[in-house]
């Protein structure tokens, strides 16, 4: 069954989540129903990509009208295509969600347990994937695409959280849009990564289609990983959509030759 659910024009949801918690929040946003005009129509979300902040903003608001926390309680990242993970607190509210210069540093996945909070990352291929932690009440979400996926940021995520007392098999992960195999050409240079990481993996996340060209499945890719890192298979869900293909709902920077706005992804618990 396909985890990712449109719940408006602006946004799919985790269904399954939060039919079993009516607190969390956690989505994925579509590239609909904005203010941001031409190459970043509508909803652009990133502040970082040229788009007129202004803007960027009031489509922020847009979303949080709809998913009920406000902008004021977002967190958001600069993201580097790296494995930095950060914990956030209530005293990080705010940051990066007005101005990109203020974002936390060089971080592509964030964790917390506490409420009130949304943690917020952006998106056009990369893929997203979301952590929860049902006794705990520990969420996160990750930035992965290739460099982050080969470096281990679905790993490291799961790492903090075993440091925290919370067991891999407990954890329940999802893993949202992004850019499917057929739309995701890479050359040696990938996949001489991805080979290093995968010595004992026999079914592989990648294609040959021709000398130095192969189709790679990213979402595959961390699938593989998580379960390396521990948990559970039956745990994981993963979506359908690509960003690419679905190009009705979607950004996709490959697709739109880098000039595209980012959706986002995002998790939160609500106050009570
Ligand atoms: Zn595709």
Same mark, same amino acid.
């Given at each position: 069954m396909e985890p990712f659910v449109l719940k408006t024009k602006e946004y799919f949801y985790l269904l399954q989540w939060g039919n079993e918690f009516p607190q969390l929040t956690a989505g994925f946003t579509t590239k #609909? %129903?904005?203010?941001? $005009? =031409?190459?970043?129509?509508?909803? #652009?979300?990133?502040?970082? *990509?040229? !788009?007129?902040n202004e803007l960027v903003c009031k489509n922020k608001q847009k979303l949080s009208d709809l998913i /009920?926390? /406000? &902008? &004021?309680n977002w967190v958001a990242a600069e993201q580097t295509h790296g494995i930095n993970i950060k914990k956030i607190s209530k005293s990080d509210s705010g940051r990066g969600t007005f101005e990109y210069s203020d974002s936390i540093r060089d971080t592509d996945g964030f964790y917390t347990s506490e409420k009130g909070i949304l943690l917020t990352l952006c998106y056009a291929d990369c893929v997203p994937i979301y952590f929860l932690d049902k006794k705990s009440k520990m969420i996160g979400v990750a930035h992965a695409g290739w460099k982050g996926t080969v470096h281990g940021i679905a790993r490291e995520m799961i790492q903090k959280w075993t440091q925290e007392g919370i067991d891999p098999k407990n954890i329940l992960v999802a893993i949202g849009p992004s850019i499917c195999e057929k739309c995701y050409i890479v050359d040696d240079f990938v996949i001489d990564f991805v080979q290093k990481i995968l010595e !004992? *993996? =026999?079914? $592989?996340p990648y294609n040959q289609? $021709? =000398? %130095?060209q192969y189709q790679l499945n990213l979402k595959q890719l961390n699938k593989i990983l998580l379960i390396q890192s521990g948990v559970l298979e039956s745990n994981i869900s993963v979506t359908n959509y690509c960003s690419s293909c679905h190009h009705n709902e979607f950004f996709s920077h490959r697709r739109d030759y880098g000039k595209s706005g980012r959706m986002m992804g995002f998790i939160g618990w609500k106050e009570d």
């Amino acid at each position: 069954m396909e985890p990712f659910v449109l719940k408006t024009k602006e946004y799919f949801y985790l269904l399954q989540w939060g039919n079993e918690f009516p607190q969390l929040t956690a989505g994925f946003t579509t590239k #609909n %129903g904005g203010y941001s $005009k =031409e190459e970043f129509s509508s909803l #652009n979300l990133g502040l970082h *990509v040229g !788009d007129s902040n202004e803007l960027v903003c009031k489509n922020k608001q847009k979303l949080s009208d709809l998913i /009920q926390i /406000q &902008t &004021t309680n977002w967190v958001a990242a600069e993201q580097t295509h790296g494995i930095n993970i950060k914990k956030i607190s209530k005293s990080d509210s705010g940051r990066g969600t007005f101005e990109y210069s203020d974002s936390i540093r060089d971080t592509d996945g964030f964790y917390t347990s506490e409420k009130g909070i949304l943690l917020t990352l952006c998106y056009a291929d990369c893929v997203p994937i979301y952590f929860l932690d049902k006794k705990s009440k520990m969420i996160g979400v990750a930035h992965a695409g290739w460099k982050g996926t080969v470096h281990g940021i679905a790993r490291e995520m799961i790492q903090k959280w075993t440091q925290e007392g919370i067991d891999p098999k407990n954890i329940l992960v999802a893993i949202g849009p992004s850019i499917c195999e057929k739309c995701y050409i890479v050359d040696d240079f990938v996949i001489d990564f991805v080979q290093k990481i995968l010595e !004992d *993996v =026999e079914e $592989k996340p990648y294609n040959q289609i $021709k =000398e %130095g060209q192969y189709q790679l499945n990213l979402k595959q890719l961390n699938k593989i990983l998580l379960i390396q890192s521990g948990v559970l298979e039956s745990n994981i869900s993963v979506t359908n959509y690509c960003s690419s293909c679905h190009h009705n709902e979607f950004f996709s920077h490959r697709r739109d030759y880098g000039k595209s706005g980012r959706m986002m992804g995002f998790i939160g618990w609500k106050e009570d």
